[in-house]
């Protein structure tokens, strides 16, 4: 099994949530808050939550506990995780795009004086700006530093200091309270709380819109980690598909009318995940939310997912269905290219992938624009695609 570690194996980008990252380096050392930063923006609503933020900011130990040579700020594949993140990780941007014009437009039409300060922006752009409320606080867990170490990995108070014993197994560090990232659906649900619902009013502020897609995603990240043997990418990706379902959903329950734009880009997520299948357990995914093999072809197979890449390719018809909204096929066509970059990554074919490089790039860029977007074309592509991926040399 070759390592998957800093895989660079997609280059390919959607919109702007698939830009190349620009690496604006933080100054700052220290780090942050847990993920579920959601639930603190609810508690920072009420004045009288400040001691229990308090107490909750006790709970973190910041970037600075980690980063020492021999534990996460060291040289060398084991040790280097706080260098990559310093370095390369889009994370430690987030906080500095608040200070940005493009935030401070936003923010005119919210009228939020300052996005900086606003629970509203930085419960996913700086967690730890709600809960570090004094400086002495600031010092340890820096708003600068954007989405930190325990954003991710869970507040550290209650395992710092056992995580490191080699008597430790995993569970048991997890039983100590550090989130379990190693299970897909609990890592799926720790990036899609930042990454694909936005209020609707922050979005026609012109925000930009959020697409979630686990796999491609933690490859730009880039990853501080090496996957386990069992691990593999197209897996990755639908539970993080399923996990965008779900969220996407429950933005949906909470409207009474949903927009068209909404119910599209739902009933496009759907469509592209029905042909897909996996057992229960996959990926720690719970039973009610997996995806029952016999329905689809098997993900956790090479064969299945191999099938389930077919499928996909031979889907121009649909494309060509003129019942069906443009509006529609173009949110179909977003999360189609993105499960076709995948499930080729997923092939471990480098010959293979080679050549569908170019059909893959073509429709990466028919689907970039939604006013644009032609299904004809996407059409055609999706055929030239096929046809690449149907001949054997
Ligand atoms: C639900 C989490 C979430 C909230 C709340 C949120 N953002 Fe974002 N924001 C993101 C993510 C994730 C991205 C990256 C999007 C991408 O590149 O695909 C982003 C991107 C941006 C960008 C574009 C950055 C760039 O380089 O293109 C700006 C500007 C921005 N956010 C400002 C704000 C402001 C201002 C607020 C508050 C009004 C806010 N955000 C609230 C998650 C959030
Ligand atoms: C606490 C909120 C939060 C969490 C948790 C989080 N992110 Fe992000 N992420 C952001 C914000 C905010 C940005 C926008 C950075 C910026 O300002 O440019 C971002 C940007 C990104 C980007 C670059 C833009 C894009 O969408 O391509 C990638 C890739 C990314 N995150 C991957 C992940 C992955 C993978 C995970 C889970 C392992 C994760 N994120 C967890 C908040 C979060
Ligand atoms: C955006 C989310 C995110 C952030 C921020 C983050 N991590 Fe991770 N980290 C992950 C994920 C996901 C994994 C993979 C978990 C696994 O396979 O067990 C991981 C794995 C690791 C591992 C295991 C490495 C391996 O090869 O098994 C270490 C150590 C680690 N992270 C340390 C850190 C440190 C230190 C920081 C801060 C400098 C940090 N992480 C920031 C998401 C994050």
Redesign the pocket.
């Known amino acids: 099994m070759r390592s998957k570690r800093f895989s660079s194996n997609s280059g390919r980008k959607l919109r702007?949530?698939?830009?190349t990252?620009h690496y604006v380096k933080s100054l700052a050392v220290s780090v942050f808050y847990a993920?579920f930063?959601l639930a603190l923006t609810f508690a920072c609503c009420a004045q009288s939550k400040t001691a229990e933020m308090e107490t909750a900011a006790t709970q973190f130990r910041g970037e600075s506990s980690c980063s020492s040579s021999y534990c996460h700020g060291g040289a060398g594949e084991k040790h280097d995780q706080c260098i990559r993140w310093s370095k390369f990780d889009?994370?430690t941007?987030?906080y500095?795009?608040?200070t940005l014009a493009r935030s401070a437009r936003i923010a005119d039409v919210l009228h939020i004086a300052d996005p900086v300060q606003s629970a509203r922006c930085t419960?996913?752009?700086a967690?730890f700006q709600t809960i570090a409320t004094n400086d002495a606080l600031r010092k340890i867990l820096d708003p600068a530093a954007?989405?930190s170490c325990e954003?991710?990995h869970g507040a550290a108070q209650n395992w710092l200091l056992s995580h490191t014993r080699s008597d430790f197994t995993h569970q048991d560090r997890v039983n100590a309270g550090m989130r379990d990232?190693n299970n897909l659906y609990v890592?799926a649900n720790?990036?899609v709380?930042?990454?694909q619902n936005v209020d609707a009013d922050i979005l026609q502020a012109g925000h930009p819109e959020?697409?979630f897609e686990?796999d491609g995603?933690?490859v730009?990240?880039p990853k501080h980690w090496r996957e386990g043997t069992n691990w593999s990418g197209p897996m990755t990706w639908l539970v993080g598909q399923l996990a965008a379902l779900r969220e996407m959903q429950w933005q949906m329950s909470l409207e009474k009318v949903p927009t068209e734009s909404e119910s599209n880009k739902c009933a496009a997520l759907k469509w592209v995940i029905a042909p897909a299948g996996m057992h229960a357990s996959t990926g720690g995914m719970p039973p009610e939310l997996a995806i029952k093999v016999e329905k689809g072809f098997d993900i956790t197979d090479p064969a299945g997912r191999h099938r389930l890449l077919d499928h996909y390719a031979a889907t121009g018809t649909t494309f060509r269905d003129a019942t069906i909204s443009r509006a529609l096929h173009a949110r179909r066509a977003e999360r189609l290219v993105l499960a076709l970059d995948r499930l080729v990554a997923g092939l471990n074919d480098d010959s293979l992938t080679k050549r569908l490089d170019a059909p893959l790039n073509k429709l990466f860029k028919d689907a970039q624009s939604l006013p644009d977007f032609d299904p004809k074309i996407f059409a055609d592509d999706l055929d030239g695609f096929q046809k690449v991926l149907s001949v054997n040399p």
């Open positions: 702007v949530a698939w830009r990252p993920v930063g889009v994370h941007r987030s500095a795009t608040l419960v996913c752009h967690p954007g989405v954003n991710c990232l890592r720790t990036c709380a930042c990454h959020l697409i686990l995603q933690a730009a990240e």
